[in-house]
């Protein structure tokens, strides 16, 4: 069992910064891929970075230049940088995890209860 934590998350305005930590427990931390997903009010969640064991890397195109997906195997964390935010990226963030996947996470096995982020002048 793997229990994921995220933090990170709060109001910022647009144009600013935040970063996502996804803290994970558990000893095979690194042989997961992990992935941030998330969902806006009235729509479906979706995947918007994954990154493998190996450090792999997808990001979906809105977020591409703008979010870094880093992974610290030492400390079972994962990070979300996100710069340049805009009111679009208003959602609750979620944490995902999935052994032995790839940076899609086709199929996480699980996930974290969520953060919120607010994008907003």
């Known amino acids: 069992q793997v229990q994921l934590v995220e933090s990170g998350g709060g109001l910022v305005q647009p144009g600013g910064s935040l970063r996502l930590s996804c803290a994970a427990s558990g000893s095979s931390f690194r042989f997961y891929a992990m992935g941030w997903y998330r969902q806006a009010p009235g729509k479906q969640r979706e995947l918007i970075a994954g990154?493998?064991?190996?450090?792999?890397?997808y990001y979906t195109d809105s977020v591409k230049g703008r979010f870094t997906n880093s992974r610290d195997n030492a400390k079972n964390t994962v990070y979300l940088q996100m710069n340049s935010l805009k009111p679009e990226d208003t959602a609750v963030y979620y944490c995902?995890?999935?052994?032995?996947?790839?940076?899609?996470?086709?199929?996480?096995?699980?996930w974290g209860q969520g953060t919120q982020v607010t994008v907003s002048s």
């Open positions: 995902a995890a999935e052994k032995y996947g790839s940076s899609l996470l086709v199929r996480p096995d699980y």
């Open positions: 990154i493998t064991s190996a450090g792999s890397t």
